[in-house]
Nanobody, 127 residues
Framework: VQLQASGGGLVQSGGSLTLSCTAS????????TGWFRQAPGKEREAISC????????YYGDSVKGRFTISRDKAKNTVYLQMNSLKPDDTAVYFC?????????????????????WGQGTQVTVSS
């Protein structure tokens, strides 16, 4: 059972990257999934979330209008499309799932609500 975040890298300011969060051993379709990031010396920050039914999404103020979260059920993957990247977006990005619920549990920006975390992927934006 594993969550794997990938797609990070080095990009110039103004560029784009797409991060992937792929689940193995379980069906990610049934879980609300969030993206977080943590820069050196800073607290972990909630970036985005998509609810299990895809009906609800959340974006942090710092990324609203630039990042888009989506889900591909066939690939068991949640994506984070990041556009207009800035040096302040430089961080390690993590994906995580809220606990399984019989009904759509919606989204949360509270990292302590997320029960299962993948390893991070580094995003570096040069100026």
């Amino acid at each position: 059972v594993q969550l794997q975040a990938s797609g990070g890298g080095l990009v110039q300011s103004g560029g784009s990257l797409t991060l992937s969060c792929t689940a193995s051993g379980f069906n990610l379709e049934y879980y609300s999934t969030g993206w977080f990031r943590q820069a050196p010396g800073k607290e972990r920050e909630a970036i985005s979330c998509i609810s299990s039914s895809d009906a609800d999404t959340y974006y942090g103020d710092s990324v609203k209008g630039r990042f888009t979260i989506s889900r591909d059920k066939a690939k068991n993957t949640v994506y984070l499309q990041m556009n207009s990247l800035k040096p302040d977006d430089t961080a390690v990005y993590f994906c995580a799932t809220l606990p399984l619920s019989l009904v759509d549990s919606g989204c949360s920006d509270q990292d302590n609500f997320y029960s299962f975390w993948g390893q991070g992927t580094q995003v570096t934006v040069s100026s």
